[in-house]
C-alpha cells in the first residue's frame, strides 16, 4: 500500500547525462499550502530529455511534502502556492540532468549533488532516481529529505552539524554526503518544534557519479 504523499509506482524514471537545458513548466495548482507566514510561490521544472515523471503525482508530492504536519509550513513562517507556466515565481523547482546541475550550480565537476543558487531549488535527478547509498531509509523519505534541504536553502537556512550518535539529522545537514552518526530524518521538524543543529557542514568528499 502505497503512504498519503509518496508517489505511486509508475514508469522507470531516465535520463541522460547531459540534457537540453530546456525545460517544461508544471501546471499550477489553486491551493495555499499551510495557514500563516509568507507567501512563496513556485513553479516545478523538468528538464527535457527527462523521462518517466508522472508530472502530476510529482506536483502532489511536492506539495505533501511542503505541507506535511513536520515541513517547512509548521512553524506559521511559510506558506507556499504552486504556479504554472507563464505566471511569476518566488522560485523555481528544477529536476535536472547531471550535467546540467554543474552547469547552473558552479563550482567545478560535481554531477552528484543538488543545490540552491538564487532563486533556482536545482535537483540532481540523478539523486531523486537512485537516491544514496548507506542512507538508511527509503527513496521515497530520501526524496522528501533532499527537497526540504534545498528549499531550506531558498528560505535562508544553511548548513547544520549532527548534533550527537544516534540522534536524528537536521534537515539541513548534508545528509547527501554523509549521516556522522545520526540516523536520516527528512524534515524540518520534529515534535512540534524546529528541530536544528549547530551551523557548519563536514569536509565530505564528493562521490564519483
Known amino acids: 500500500m502505497t503512504k498519503p504523499g509518496s508517489p505511486t509506482p509508475g514508469p522507470v524514471i531516465t535520463y541522460p547525462r547531459r540534457g537540453s537545458v530546456s525545460y517544461t513548466v508544471l501546471p499550477g495548482a489553486p491551493e495555499t499550502i499551510g495557514t500563516a507566514g509568507r507567501l512563496l510561490t513556485f513553479e516545478i521544472d523538468i528538464e527535457n530529455g527527462i523521462k518517466g515523471i508522472n508530472p502530476a503525482e510529482l ?3 511536492v506539495r505533501a511534502t511542503y505541507g506535511a504536519p513536520q515541513g517547512w509550513t509548521a512553524g506559521g513562517k511559510w506558506r507556499f502556492r504552486q504556479v504554472g507556466p507563464g505566471q511569476n515565481s518566488d522560485f523555481k523547482l528544477m529536476f535536472v540532468t ?3 546541475r554543474d552547469l547552473i550550480c558552479g563550482g567545478g565537476y560535481d554531477q552528484y549533488t543538488s543545490c540552491r543558487i538564487g532563486e533556482r531549488v536545482v535537483l540532481n535527478i540523478a539523486r531523486w532516481v537512485h537516491g544514496v547509498p548507506n ?3 527509503s527513496l521515497t523519505e530520501y526524496r522528501k529529505y533532499m527537497l526540504n534541504h534545498e528549499t531550506g536553502h531558498r528560505l535562508g537556512e544553511a548548513h547544520e552539524l549532527c548534533p550527537g550518535p544516534g540522534q536524528p539529522a537536521p534537515v539541513m545537514q548534508q545528509q547527501t554526503l554523509g549521516l556522522h552518526g545520526c ?3 527528512a524534515w524540518p521538524f520534529r515534535n512540534g518544534r524546529r528541530y536544528e543543529g549547530r ?3 563536514y569536509d565530505d568528499p564528493i562521490p564519483a557519479s
Open 59 to 61: 506536483s502532489r508530492f
Open 135 to 137: 542512507y538508511g531509509a
Open 98 to 100: 547531471p550535467a546540467t
Open 199 to 201: 551551523l557548519g557542514k
Open 183 to 185: 540516523i536520516a530524518y
